[in-house]
């Protein structure tokens, strides 16, 4: 168990640009979740993923993001035409399926993005 | 009214000391209850969850939920200066498919010597 991995740690981009962010789950789990964070606040929701499936997209994911998890195991978040107001910290989170404990989400280390 | 709601603190604490803190949830379905902490600059780290109404001990951390009042408390015994962070509370309610954390904005918590 090597816990949620998140690539690149810091993401520094003009606005206007493209920007990819990845995240590798904990191998036994099935969902997945991006959460975005700014100063002072708690995450907040974004979208998750059963398996490859989107189940639920947050209002907040405006149609410059997408998300993918094409093969069930690792997830890509897209942001184009970034905006200075995209700056914070996307979080990834991943559970397994089921109730109780086993629904607990672990966070990776985030990726910070910085648009100037 | 936010769905979450923690007092952003900071709540200071002598070492030793008990830290209390507190947070209300609106949503009367929700069914899972999560406290994590967060040092700054750093992801959020699990620390306790909670189901059932009553406490539930972990070391110096003690959750108490009480679902008919909606709120949730961490209580941190013989507190110490690494536990200086901010506190988030999270609450879930599971919908069908649909499984996502709803946060507070987070306690912030100084433990001084």
């Known amino acids: 168990d090597t816990g949620v991995s998140q690539d690149p740690r810091h993401k520094i981009t003009k606005r206007g640009q493209n920007v990819t962010f990845r995240c590798d789950p904990i191998?036994?789990?099935?969902?997945l979740y991006w959460y975005r964070q700014t100063l002072g606040q708690g995450p907040e929701f974004l979208t998750y993923?059963?398996?490859?499936?989107?189940?639920?997209k947050s209002r907040l994911l405006s149609d410059r993001f997408s998300a993918e998890r094409p093969k069930g195991s690792f997830s890509t978040l897209e942001i184009q035409r970034t905006e200075q107001g995209d700056s914070a910290m996307y979080l990834c989170?991943?559970?397994?399926?089921?109730?109780?404990?086993?629904?607990?989400?672990?966070f990776g280390a985030g990726t910070r993005l910085s648009v100037l | 009214q936010k769905e979450v709601e923690q007092n952003s603190g900071p709540l200071s604490v002598p070492e030793g000391a008990i830290a209390s803190l507190n947070c209300t949830y609106s949503d009367r379905g929700s069914q899972s209850f999560f406290w994590y902490r967060q040092y700054s600059g750093k992801s959020p780290e699990l620390i306790m969850f909670i189901y059932s109404n009553g406490d539930k001990e972990d070391g110096r951390f003690t959750a108490q939920l009480n679902k008919a009042s909606q709120y949730v408390s961490l209580l941190i015994r013989d507190s110490q200066p690494s536990d200086s962070a901010t506190y988030l509370c999270?609450?879930?309610?599971?919908?069908?498919?649909?499984?996502?954390?709803?946060f507070g904005t987070g306690t912030r918590l100084q433990v001084t010597l």
């Open positions: 999270a609450v879930n309610r599971q919908t069908g498919t649909a499984s996502k954390l709803t």
């Open positions: 989170a991943s559970s397994t399926e089921g109730t109780g404990s086993k629904n607990i989400q672990y």
């Open positions: 191998s036994e789990h099935n969902r």
């Open positions: 993923f059963q398996n490859e499936a989107q189940l639920e």
